[in-house]
């Protein structure tokens, strides 16, 4: 499997993307035993009183933890600091690039952003990586919301700091969100406008407010965005790209570093958040440091030698058979699988639809005919996979079966505009033979070619246009050619002249922001609390927006109002129901060739850490949680 082109779906994880995010959102939730406290500010839904301060905001106004909670389940507060953890960047938000960097500010659409940059920012807020939906005071040591939920006031610690010792104000958390708001990354300025104003009430009080049509999650989006000095961002261009580290208030500073080869961070030995309840047992190591490669396969070799310690693996061939090694062999290296409760995103061949050669659906459908992921599988991935079916696999959220009376009641306004079949069984691509060539699902794509007007003259396809019909997919990598070329051997075979064309990954980003492209590999995380962000991926006006996620150029009414069924709802069954119905109607409309999934990590290091008794439920926790082990170092001799 390769997933390196991996991007997190529009979660709040995906969004804010920092030492402040919160933790993944969930669908199931907790089970109530596990929920003992509610003190929490809900983020949507009435309540009795005006600005009651609480400890914590969570969706639906439940916690796992007190206000006198000492730190989470999950971490070991006496974990040693010391030491240094180095890896590759393997998912990624904003501007990005996972091969390359030459800009210091990620959070704006322009240059290609560094690795670890959210590790140098405090948040409102932070979350928790066992809980699905909740937040945890930060910089703010509490919340608190007006009865009709349209504005919620943030208290600031006195204690809060930036790294040169000036003190978080109020009016820095306003000039950030007005900031993002206007000039952030194009993702960012979208899920923003829900802002009506921020207002900074007192030095430590500000008050944020939302328009009375606002969604469900973006309290909580605002309470985990990276906190920016308004003394610093004076006098310079907040848009443009720079390799002068942000002024921040993490746990970590930016370190030495090499553009486009290598970024180090360096623990703040005086942070002033380290002991607080969110932060107790985390930030251990000394040094974090990210390594840039070109070609994935000369960073693992890289990996191999020992010339960095931790990597998420996502290729099934060296999975299965590149660790076998001296180092591997001997335990100095391990190999880990992670289950995590998360369900899986969509990851796949996308179409751009802005193109006419990709308007028809019935030629889009025939072309993930010619994807034999079978022969795939078992030839090239080991038979490691399984076959992606929906945009919310495995959760609650994956459509099954015929539409529920509250799908229906969601769908019915739209049928006119939709296919039948959403109104049936959801739609799923069927399964190739394995042989590589699979008789049958050809014929069928030949005939909907040919039903959508495309003409076969001689060896070649021409479209209803009349031009031949080529297909040239795009990349930066050479890592998914041994699955493209067998997928285009069967394009050829239907008459389509399909051909990859790898560039350099900045030419890469500045091909995707501008929506220059026949199709292109990308894979997305999901949340298990999916809301606003989706429209980032899936909405209208994203697909028009430069630099947004809607690589397949999605228009479509029924999909915005199901976003927004989904942002609004007040329940999680609701939730559930709105994604269903969307699940449908995306898989009707063949925006995708699906690749592959599976439900655990694979994780690869040099044994040199150490880490606590348990994970968190949703989350690796290899960063904030883990420790350097100075006498596994010792045994492992990495370097």
């Not at 996308?350 to 992921?373: G, H, M, Q, V, Y």
């Amino acid at each position: 499997m390769i997933d390196r082109t991996r991007l997190l779906h529009p979660t709040r994880r995906g969004l804010l993307m920092g030492a402040g995010a919160i933790g993944v959102a969930a669908a199931i939730g907790l089970p109530r035993a596990a929920r003992a406290h509610d003190h929490a500010v809900a983020a949507y839904g009435p309540v009795d009183e005006d600005f009651v301060e609480r400890h914590g905001l969570s969706l639906f106004g439940d916690l796992k933890h007190g206000p006198d909670f000492e730190r989470f389940d999950y971490v070991n507060p006496a974990a040693p600091k010391g030491g240094r953890i180095s890896l590759q960047l393997s998912s990624a938000a904003y501007n990005q690039n996972f091969s390359t960097f030459n800009t210091l500010n990620i959070f704006v659409l322009q240059g290609d952003g560094a690795a670890g940059m959210g590790l140098t920012f405090d948040s409102l807020m932070r979350g928790s990586g066992d809980e699905p939906d909740a937040m945890y005071g930060l910089v703010a040591q509490s919340v608190s919301r007006s009865a009709d939920g349209l504005a919620f006031r943030f208290r600031l610690r006195p204690e809060a700091r930036f790294h040169d010792g000036t003190p978080i104000t109020a009016d820095d958390v306003a000039f950030t969100i007005e900031i993002l708001r206007t000039q952030g990354h194009p993702r960012l300025v979208q899920v923003l406008r829900e802002v009506e104003g921020v207002e900074a009430l007192e030095e430590r009080l500000v008050e944020v407010r939302f328009i009375p049509q606002r969604t469900r999650d973006i309290p909580l989006v605002v309470a985990g965005l990276p906190i920016f000095s308004r003394a610093y961002w004076e006098g310079r261009d907040f848009q443009a790209s720079t390799l002068e580290a942000p002024l921040g208030s993490g746990p970590y500073r930016v370190g030495r570093f090499e553009v486009g080869r290598w970024i180090a961070f360096q623990r703040v030995p005086d942070y002033w958040a380290a002991d607080l309840p969110v932060n107790v047992g985390q930030w251990n190591f000394d040094e974090i440091r990210y390594e840039y490669f070109r070609d994935r396969q000369v960073a693992f070799e890289a990996f191999r030698a020992g010339q960095f310690s931790w990597r998420e693996e996502f290729t099934s061939r060296d999975w299965a058979r590149g660790y076998d090694f001296p180092a591997r062999r001997e335990g100095r290296v391990v190999q880990d699988e992670v289950e995590l409760g998360l369900p899986r995103g969509p990851q796949g061949w996308w179409f751009n639809t802005r193109r006419a050669k990709f308007a028809d659906p019935r030629i889009r459908e025939a072309i993930s005919l010619a994807f034999d992921f079978p022969w795939t599988n078992q030839n090239i991935m080991f038979g490691l996979l399984q076959r992606l079916t929906s945009f919310f696999q495995n959760s609650p959220m994956q459509a099954q079966g015929l539409p529920s009376p509250a799908e229906l009641a969601l769908l019915e306004p739209f049928r006119a505009g939709l296919p039948e079949e959403v109104f049936g069984e959801p739609y799923e691509v069927p399964l190739a033979d394995g042989s590589g060539q699979d008789r049958q699902l050809m014929r069928r794509a030949n005939e909907l070619l040919l039903a959508a007007g495309c003409e076969r003259r001689g060896g070649t396809l021409h479209l209803p246009s009349g031009e031949p019909f080529t297909i040239e997919f795009l990349d930066f990598s050479q890592a998914l050619q041994p699955h493209t070329q067998p997928f285009q051997a069967n394009l050829g075979r239907l008459g389509i002249n399909a051909t990859s064309r790898i560039v350099d990954p900045a030419q890469y980003e500045r091909r995707m922001n501008e929506f220059d492209f026949d199709m292109t590999s990308r894979a997305f995380g999901a949340s298990l609390t999916p809301g606003a962000g989706l429209r980032v991926v899936y909405g209208s006006e994203a697909a028009a927006t430069p630099g947004s996620a809607n690589l397949a150029g999605i228009q479509d009414a029924a999909v915005d109002a199901l976003i927004e069924a989904i942002a609004s709802a007040t329940t999680r069954e609701e939730i559930h129901v709105a994604a269903s119905a969307l699940d449908r109607v995306l898989r009707a409309g063949r925006y995708i060739v699906f690749h592959w999934y599976r439900t655990t990590s694979w994780l690869a290091f040099w044994d040199e850490f150490s880490w606590p008794e348990r994970r968190p439920n949703f989350a690796l926790g290899v960063l904030d949680t883990w420790w350097f082990d100075p006498e596994k170092a010792a045994r492992a001799r990495r370097v």
